[in-house]
């Protein structure tokens, strides 16, 4: 834990104990977006996050089907 001060005040930071992955190459990242969304050029949309109600995830497939009427090879990936 790291100590430290927001404005005057005291705050502990604590650092995530997750060790950062090695960025894909561009070839690697085309070959897994094709693989996602067949097409290089759709829109790819992610999310990540639990499947909870308080997420939002019901608005989020909402606004999904109005989108759809402006893009409609629109791609959405819940992790």
């Not at 834990?1 to 085309?30: A, H």
């Not at 995830?57 to 606004?63: E, K, M, Q």
């Not at 109005?66 to 990936?77: G, N």
């Amino acid at each position: 834990m790291n100590k430290t001060k927001l404005n005057k005040y005291p705050i502990d930071v604590v650092l995530t104990p997750v060790e950062s992955i090695k960025s894909l190459t561009e070839k690697e990242r085309s070959a897994i977006r094709t693989a996602i969304a067949s097409d290089r050029s759709r829109l790819l949309l992610i999310t990540v996050g639990r499947l909870l109600e308080e997420k939002g995830y019901n608005d989020l497939l909402v606004a999904l089907d109005e989108l759809r009427w402006i893009c409609p090879q629109v791609v959405l990936v819940i992790i």
